[in-house]
């Protein structure tokens, strides 16, 4: 199957600071979606990108679809404890009409 | 974006039982599939669930192993079946209004075997 790599793996941080994680692929995507799942729930759809280049925002959450199509990134601005999650992408390889592959997460804790 | 709900929440089950999950969508959707979430891993698809006809797999889950029911748009089933302990999962529905776009989750079945 279809490898995202995403990173970091896990990230460590004081409230107030800005969060930076990416994903990528060894092939070219249709779609980039980004999920945030918290301990004993399913994951919720933080931002969907469909273009190459579109940046979208979600409050504090700003994601871009990269140029390449093989690359997506997911920033949080100004963190703050309700931040902390387990945050995935997932993305769509231009031939295959249905499964989403998704990386491996990014563990975040947020440092009051 | 859809309410979606699953039963049960958690089970624990001895090796060799089978445990069938359920997940109830609060409208109709065209799109649902079945993943697995091993313990502190990402999530794998195992299956899109088709209504009125088989579930299409993916490569390494079977149906013997994973059959999947969807009688109608709302509604889909996924049954564990003979369990062993690397079954031990968290299994999630997720929809989606077609196979390109976004997909919402379920709260997900947190299965132990023992």
């Known amino acids: ?6 990173s970091p793996q896990s990230m460590f941080i004081q409230e107030g600071e ?3 994680m990416n994903c990528t692929s060894s092939s070219i995507f249709n779609t ?13 759809l933080l931002i969907a990108l469909y273009k190459a280049g579109e940046l979208t925002s979600n409050g504090r959450l700003t994601a871009q679809f990269g140029i390449t199509r093989k690359d997506s990134f997911l920033n949080i601005s100004a963190s703050i404890p309700s931040d902390v999650g387990i945050y995935f992408c997932a ?5 295959t009409g249905n499964q989403f592959y998704f990386g ?9 | 974006s859809a309410v979606i709900s699953q039963k049960p929440s958690r089970d624990i089950c001895q090796r060799g039982t089978s445990l069938t999950i359920q997940c109830q969508v609060d409208s109709q959707v065209t799109m649902m599939f079945w993943y697995r979430q091993q313990p502190g891993q990402s999530l794998t698809l195992i299956a899109t669930a088709n209504q009125g006809s088989e ?13 999947i029911s969807r009688p109608n748009l709302t509604f889909s089933t996924l049954t564990v079946s003979n ?22 989750f379920g709260p997900g079945t947190r299965l132990t075997v023992t």
């Open chain 1, 91 to 95: 993305g769509q390889p231009r031939d």
């Open chain 2, 55 to 67: 579930a299409t797999y993916e490569s390494g889950f079977v149906i013997d192993k994973f059959p």
């Open chain 2, 83 to 104: 369990m062993s302990p690397e079954d031990s999962s968290i299994y999630l529905c997720s929809v989606g209004a077609s196979s390109w776009s976004e997909q919402y």
């Open chain 1, 1 to 6: 199957g279809q490898q995202l790599n995403q």
């Open chain 1, 18 to 20: 800005d969060v930076s």
């Open chain 1, 32 to 44: 980039w979606l980004w999920y945030k799942q918290d301990p004993g729930e399913g994951p919720v």
């Open chain 1, 104 to 112: 491996t997460g990014t563990s975040l804790t947020v440092i009051p």
